[in-house]
């Protein structure tokens, strides 16, 4: 059993930063490869970035078009958490933002229904 728990949502304007924290329960974490999802009201869940599992504090990272060059996805197996940095904001990246965990070593991983545990959620919005 995984639990997840994602933190550092907010209100910020656009161009601005914020950070999202995504703590692991579990001493198994550095074994399942990671995704960031966003999903907007009324819309479907979109895929935002995946890292790879890693034995170190860090993997291979792929990352959707719409925020590449903006977002970037982390994690810190010592501490059994996963970031995402966002920069230069848009108000069309407001949404809730969820984290999940998958199976299988270190894979890419950007369909929704494969991954096995998913967080809360947290609200982030981006004014104009």
């Known amino acids: 059993q995984v639990q997840l728990v994602e933190s550092g949502g907010g209100l910020v304007q656009a161009g601005g930063s914020l950070r999202l924290s995504c703590a692991a329960s579990?001493?198994?974490?550095?074994?399942?490869?990671m995704g960031w999802f966003r999903q907007a009201p009324g819309k479907e869940r979109e895929f935002v970035a995946a890292?790879?599992?890693?034995?170190?504090?860090?993997?291979?990272?792929y990352y959707a078009d719409s925020v590449k060059g903006r977002f970037t996805i982390s994690r810190d197996n010592a501490k059994n958490t996963g970031y995402l940095q966002m920069n230069s904001l848009k108000p069309e990246d407001t949404a809730v933002y969820y984290c999940?965990?998958?199976?299988?070593?270190?894979?890419?991983?950007?369909?929704?229904?494969?991954?096995?545990?998913w967080g809360q959620g947290t609200q982030v919005t981006v004014s104009s």
């Open positions: 999940a965990l998958v199976r299988g070593g270190p894979r890419v991983v950007q369909t929704p229904g494969e991954y096995d545990y």
């Open positions: 579990g001493r198994t974490f550095s074994t399942y490869s």
């Open positions: 890292i790879t599992a890693i034995s170190w504090i860090s993997g291979s990272t």
